[in-house]
């Protein structure tokens, strides 16, 4: 199959919403005490900024007109701080695949387009938040070759 990869445009988010619903659902099955279920998911004005804006880009793969996979990315800077260093990073915020077309090398499209756009950016990591249940996203980034940073950890008080 010939699949297109490309920058979103404004026009494109009708066509994004059901796909970032559909990753949005999985974690509310994931995790229902954090996430609650929405029939839009997907913020107007958040995208139209990333669109418009130099501080982030949305890329989307599709299949005849319709979206089957994107990639919302924001570039971010740490600032210098006694106990830190002045670091310019790409953040990964949403990578989702529809469900029928995972398998197909489209998440591995979308992961280094991201990299050449931190590149393109000056950034000099990739970074991403991936959740404890979301075995098939953790086993994805470690074959793309991430790494943990660091360790979120919780305690549930009732």
């Not at 919403?17 to 099955?29: A, G, R, S």
């Not at 501080?55 to 210098?80: C, H, M, Q, S, W």
């Amino acid at each position: 199959m010939t699949y297109l990869l490309r920058e979103a445009e404004l026009e494109d988010f009708n066509k994004l919403q059901p796909i970032h619903k559909e990753v949005h659902d999985l974690h509310v099955n994931g995790r229902p005490d954090i996430y609650s279920r929405a029939e839009y998911t997907l913020e107007p004005s958040y995208f139209r900024q990333l669109i418009e804006s130099d501080e982030g880009i949305i890329y989307i793969i599709e299949d005849k007109n319709e979206v089957v996979g994107f990639t919302i990315l924001r570039v971010n800077e740490a600032p210098e701080r006694i106990t830190s260093v002045k670091r310019k990073y790409l953040f990964m915020e949403d990578l989702g695949i529809r469900k029928e077309y995972r398998g197909q090398g489209l998440g591995k499209l979308l992961y280094q387009r991201a990299i050449e756009f931190g590149k393109k950016k000056g950034a000099k990591s990739l970074e991403l938040g991936v959740w404890e249940f979301n075995e098939d996203a953790i086993n994805f980034y470690k074959f793309m070759g991430m790494k943990n940073q660091a360790r979120k950890m919780e305690v549930i008080i009732e």
